[in-house]
């Protein structure tokens, strides 16, 4: 049975009344896994000596890309790892949630932070990965977030399956379980994205367009997106306004 890898990520926003955010990343078959953060890392590398970078190549995150470096090289890497990604048959996966800060008010222990953060990954289990849940197995891999008020964000993830093996054992049926072929969704493994390439460039296509959702690109932020086009084109986006039509 096929086993597919999907990476996650967060970006989140507030924009005006609106708060927003990114879930997603980067979907791979198990088996390409350990050759696609082989092949970045050696493409990165390559890309330092070409343009002369001396230090290690940094994270590649969103929020800390290629820091030190100029923005010519930034470009570059940009541009040939998205080749690189498409050929190697990477695609993309974002759930998009906005919500007004007022409407956001249900979730009375959850900061509007948290709150749209847990709108986005509702979707993601039940409906945006049925279609691969019914082929095979899907990893979900996170990004760890070393502090405490990951928490919350754990809680969420890991609260998918947690409960299922008590509802079974409370004489549930399977067939009522919300989740489609939930046997085939394993605990979440969460990682330090500074040992991950394939996060790292997940979250920064989940960044850019969650700026370019919302306007804010800034004239660096446009050409970033611009350097990655293969990649949103191989980029699967479904978005929801929360509690659109509550006065």
Not at 85 to 113: T, Y
Not at 131 to 141: A, E, H, R, S, T
């Given at each position: ?199 790292q460039f997940s979250d920064l296509v989940i960044g850019l367009l969650l ?18 086009s293969p990649l949103v084109q191989a980029t699967q986006v479904h978005s929801i306004e929360w509690n659109k039509?509550?006065?």
């Open positions: 049975m096929e086993t597919t890898y999907f990476y996650l990520d967060e970006s989140f926003r507030k924009k005006d009344s609106y708060w927003h955010c990114n879930i997603g990343g980067m979907l791979l078959k198990s088996e390409q896994v350990v050759d696609v953060e082989i092949a970045l890392e050696k493409q990165l590398f390559q890309l330092a000596q070409k343009g002369d970078v001396s230090a290690p190549v940094s994270e590649c995150k969103y929020s800390n890309f290629l820091r030190d470096t100029s923005d010519e090289f930034k470009f570059e890497v940009c541009r040939s790892i998205s080749v690189l990604l498409v050929e190697l048959g990477a695609k993309f996966l974002i759930s998009h949630a906005k919500c007004r800060e007022s409407q956001l008010s249900i979730f009375k222990d959850l900061k509007p932070e948290l709150a749209i953060q847990e709108l986005a990954h509702f979707n993601i289990v039940s409906s945006y990965l049925a279609d691969l849940m019914k082929q095979g197995i899907v990893q979900i891999v996170v990004d760890l977030g070393l502090s405490e008020a990951f928490r919350p964000v754990y809680r969420f993830y890991s609260s998918a399956i947690e409960n299922i093996p008590k509802l079974l054992a409370c004489g549930w049926s399977a067939s009522g379980v919300t989740i489609p072929n939930f046997t085939r969704l394993p605990p979440p493994v969460f990682m330090d994205s500074k040992r991950s390439r394939i996060l700026c370019k959702e919302i306007g804010a690109l800034s004239k660096f932020k446009e050409s970033m997106l611009e350097a990655i039509n509550i006065a």
